[in-house]
């Protein structure tokens, strides 16, 4: 029975225990050289001469394989959002161009006299 408006349909999808057949021979082919390239990674990180950053990698690699990856953990987070009212955002935004405008300032412009550097404009 198709669902006409999308979403979910009973009885469709892979079934649970039944292996996913375009991934299962490609693993079942790299776990016949897993030995290799456990051997591969050890070889680099004795390497005198691999760079530091290609030996942190092998070494991620094995701990990943040896260990697992480190599981993450989220807590959740409750967030309560207040409206701030239009005056006051326009009161932050003022300010927040005052002070830009003043950096400007500062930087640009104390530049040009420090510089002693004559010119046409000011941003004022």
Not at 39 to 68: H, K, M, Q, Y
Request: contains cysteine.
């Amino acid at each position: 029975m198709m669902n006409k408006h999308g979403g979910k349909r009973p009885g469709a999808g892979r079934k649970k225990g039944v292996l996913n057949k375009s991934t299962f021979e490609l693993k079942q082919r790299a776990a016949e050289h897993g030995e290799e390239v456990l051997n591969a990674l050890i070889r680099i990180i004795r390497s005198d001469d691999a760079p530091a950053n290609t030996i942190v990698a092998a070494c991620r690699e094995l701990l990943d394989r040896g260990f697992g990856r480190p599981a993450i953990h989220v807590e959740a987070v409750e967030v309560n959002i207040a409206r701030i009212p239009w005056d006051e955002l326009r009161e932050i935004s003022r300010q927040s161009i005052e002070k830009s405008a003043q950096k400007h300032k500062e930087l640009i412009e104390g530049r040009y006299e420090r510089l002693g550097i004559k010119r046409e404009y000011h941003s004022d």
